[in-house]
């Protein structure tokens, strides 16, 4: 007979382990090898128990999910956890993520939809929750975004750019600044190069295209 799948279950509330554990006590594969109220006691747990998969939970007392994630991926690397939480805010599903969850479910998944992404965590699969597979994908279209070339120059020469935008010359721009002539014609080549056009007429002109006036 096929071993069964060990499972830890972590969450907070009482009454949402309990239904869980139930529920994975029907299946014939997966055994669920104990029950954890918080991530400092989950911790404590895999330090003898090593279960294969741990469905936990993100915001408890003491320690939370993410921290636990991390230390327990880091003792135990073939553990698999999964994420089972109420939460698809950013600010908690990148940092589970990063600490080496390799699935991300909502509370309200159907029992059997949890304990298929058991089964698939054993196969090193991830299963994540639409919603928060949407949010993944639109923050790594904006990572992926390069940042438009004014964001390297320096703030002087932010400024002299957008009063070169402001259809000003050198010398109107020394005298707005309280700069030398040299210094204003120095930043200019410097915003030319980095902005990567040919003269003022082009600079002025990526400054409307661009809105920053």
Known sequence: MKKPITVLVV?????????IVSYLETEDDIEVLGEAENGLQAVAFCQDGKPDVILMDLL?????????TRIIKEQIPTTNIIILTSFIDEKQIFPALEAGALSYLLKTARAEHIADAIRMAIKG??????????????????QAQPAPPHHSLTKREL??????????TNQEIASILFIGI???KTHV?????????????????YVHKNKLL
């Open 125 to 142: 699969e991830a299963v994540i929750e639409p919603k928060v597979a949407s949010r993944m994908l639109n923050r790594m279209r904006t």
């Open 11 to 19: 969450d907070d509330h009482e009454m949402v382990r309990k239904g």
């Open 60 to 68: 408890m007392d003491g320690m939370g999910g993410v921290e636990a």
């Open 189 to 205: 080549s410097n915003i030319l190069s980095k902005l990567g056009v040919e003269d003022r007429t082009l600079a002025a002109i």
């Open 159 to 168: 400024e002299i750019l957008l009063l070169i935008g402001d259809g000003k």
């Open 182 to 184: 040299k210094t204003v």
